[in-house]
Structures are given as C-alpha cells and as structure tokens.
C-alpha cells in the first residue's frame, strides 16, 4: 500500500512550488485531493506522477502541474461560481469544489460523465454538478460565472464563453491547433476582454458546434 498522503506532498514539493505556483489555497487543495482515487482502477500507483494519464474513451486526466496552473489562473477566493468544460475523470472538478462556492462541469461523453458523478457522490464532493451535453455551448441556464475553464483543446476561443461570464470573470481555455495549444488567460472587462498567454500545452479536442468537428478530431486510442 502505497503511502499517498506522502506521494501528494512530494507532488506539491517536487512538480507545483518550484515551477511557480504560488497559490497558498491551490497549493493545499492539491496537497488534499487524493489524486490516485480518480485515475482509474489501472494507475493508482502513477497517479502521482508528473504527466497525464489515460481514462478511457481515448481521453485524459490533465498533469497535476498543468492542474494547478489552470486552477491558479482563475483566481479563486472562495464565493465563486464556476463552470468546467470537459468533466473527464474529476480531478481537475474536485480540486476546484474544494476553492469555490458551486461548480457546474460538463461533460459529452455520457457514460464518463455519470462514472464521475458517481465518484463525486462516493467521494462526498456536494458542490459540484455534471451535467451531459455539448460544453461549447457553455451552460446558459446557470450563467453568469466567476469563472470557467475548459479542459480540452479549442481551434478558437467560443464566444459563448464570454457572454456567460460575469464582467472581470476569468476564462481558461488552451486555444491552438490540434496537437498543441497555449493556455490563455481572458479576462472579462467593462470594455471588451484582455488576454494573455501562460504556458504551452497539449490538451485533447473540445468536441462540438463551437470546437473541432468529430471527424477533424480523431486521436489514436489508448
Ligand atoms: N478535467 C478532466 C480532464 C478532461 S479530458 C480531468 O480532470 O480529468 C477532456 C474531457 O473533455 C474529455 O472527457 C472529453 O470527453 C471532454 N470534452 C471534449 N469536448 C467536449 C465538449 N464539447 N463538451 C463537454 N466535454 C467535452
């Protein structure tokens, strides 16, 4: 038996203080989640790891620095409501329950998104809500957020996103091409927005009528 609260520590130690994360609530929600819960009955002793890792459907859950990163660009203090595109296997939803107020997170792939609201039942993390359906369109009946981060790669920034977020909201959303992208930062203004570039990334498609096609998008299985 792996010892996990230690692997956690190390994780932040090793992979989150020294590339920058600075975050004090970050930092300890990620030093709390456990990590290896989430990854599948396949991986529990690489969950820890500094890298992604496959969750089935040809899909990941994102590397904890890249989890942090994202977490710590959307500033959170604690109030805020935020929506999550692309559930995936939770992790990233998790660690974010534990820095807002509410998290809505969506997810298309149907039988993804209830193993993971199972998971977040067993797992007693009461202020998240998944919800099944295509995130490109945002969540409009729950708009305006504080926040919204989308955990897949978009060929373009939907505007759907801006209209439901509330004026000085912070939008995450890695926007590039199929196999990399960069991590942007957009921040909703009283005039417009601003945006700013973070880090090089590689996240797999943001599936929908304001992402790639289907077809555009075909990634080998895991
Ligand atoms: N945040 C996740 C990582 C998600 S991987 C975690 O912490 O594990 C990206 C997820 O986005 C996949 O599950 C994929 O099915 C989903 N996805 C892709 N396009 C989507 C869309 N248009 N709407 C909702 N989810 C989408």
């Known amino acids: 038996m792996e010892d996990f609260k230690k692997l956690r520590e190390l ?18 929600a990620m030093e709390t989640v456990p990590r290896h ?8 002793e690489r969950a820890y790891d500094d890298c992604a890792l496959p969750i089935g459907e040809g899909q990941t859950i994102s590397q904890p620095y890249m989890v942090a990163v ?16 692309g559930t995936g296997s939770g992790y990233q939803g998790a660690v974010l329950s534990l820095l ?16 993971t609201q199972e998971r977040f039942r067993r797992f007693k993390y009461t202020n998240i809500y998944v919800v099944v359906g295509d995130g490109t369109l945002g969540l409009p009946e729950q708009a ?8 897949a790669a978009a060929p373009q920034i939907p505007d759907t996103y801006i209209k439901q977020l509330k004026v000085g909201g912070r939008l995450v959303i890695p926007v ?3 196999f990399s992208q960069m991590l942007y930062q957009v921040r909703k203004t009283p005039s417009g927005i601003t945006t700013s570039a973070s880090t090089p990334c590689v996240f797999v498609p943001l599936i929908g009528k304001y992402g790639w ?8 299985a895991y």
């Open 70 to 85: 994202m977490t710590e660009l959307l500033e959170l203090k604690g109030d805020e409501k935020v929506l999550e595109i």
């Open 37 to 44: 819960l989430f990854v599948g009955d396949a991986f529990p």
């Open 100 to 115: 807002a107020a509410e998290v809505f997170t969506v997810e298309r792939i149907e039988t993804i998104a209830l193993k």
């Open 144 to 151: 305006p957020f504080d926040g919204i981060i989308v955990t």
């Open 11 to 28: 994780m932040v130690e090793q992979q989150l203080i020294p590339r920058g994360i600075k975050d004090e609530r970050v930092l300890k």
């Open 213 to 220: 096609d289907e077809t555009e998008a075909q990634y080998p």
């Open 176 to 178: 590039g091409s199929r």
